[in-house]
């Protein structure tokens, strides 16, 4: 079991930062990716960034360049550095934390909402 609980969302202007964080409990395996996904009003939700246990990133296009992932070596925190903001990143933000497809290790916070005013 994995709980997960978000921090640092709030309203900033566009341009403007915000880093997120995610305190991560419970026990991790060597083969789980840990990741921020993003949910906008009215849309799916989306991955944002994930970083892998040996610490390959992957990000969204369109936060390519404005938005970095990074976690603390022992695991237990986890962070969303985000830069120029605009008002497209709008959204609730949520840690998440998962196995290999089909594994059944799939875990999620409650969220964090982000707002970006013009």
């Known amino acids: 079991q994995v709980q997960l609980v978000e921090s640092g969302g709030g309203l900033v202007q566009a341009g403007g930062s915000l880093r997120l964080s995610c305190a991560v409990s419970g026990i991790l395996f060597s083969s789980d990716i840990m990741g921020w996904y993003r949910q906008a009003p009215g849309k799916q939700r989306e991955l944002v960034a994930d970083?892998?246990?040996?610490?390959?990133?992957n990000y969204a296009d369109s936060v390519k360049g404005r938005f970095t992932i990074s976690r603390e070596s022992a695991k237990t925190r986890m962070y969303l550095q985000m830069n120029s903001l605009n008002p497209e990143d709008t959204a609730v933000y949520y840690c998440?934390?998962?196995?290999?497809?089909?594994?059944?290790?799939?875990?999620w916070g409650q969220g964090t909402q982000v707002i970006v005013s013009s």
């Open positions: 970083i892998s246990s040996r610490g390959r990133t």
């Open positions: 998440n934390v998962r196995g290999p497809e089909g594994g059944g290790r799939d875990y």
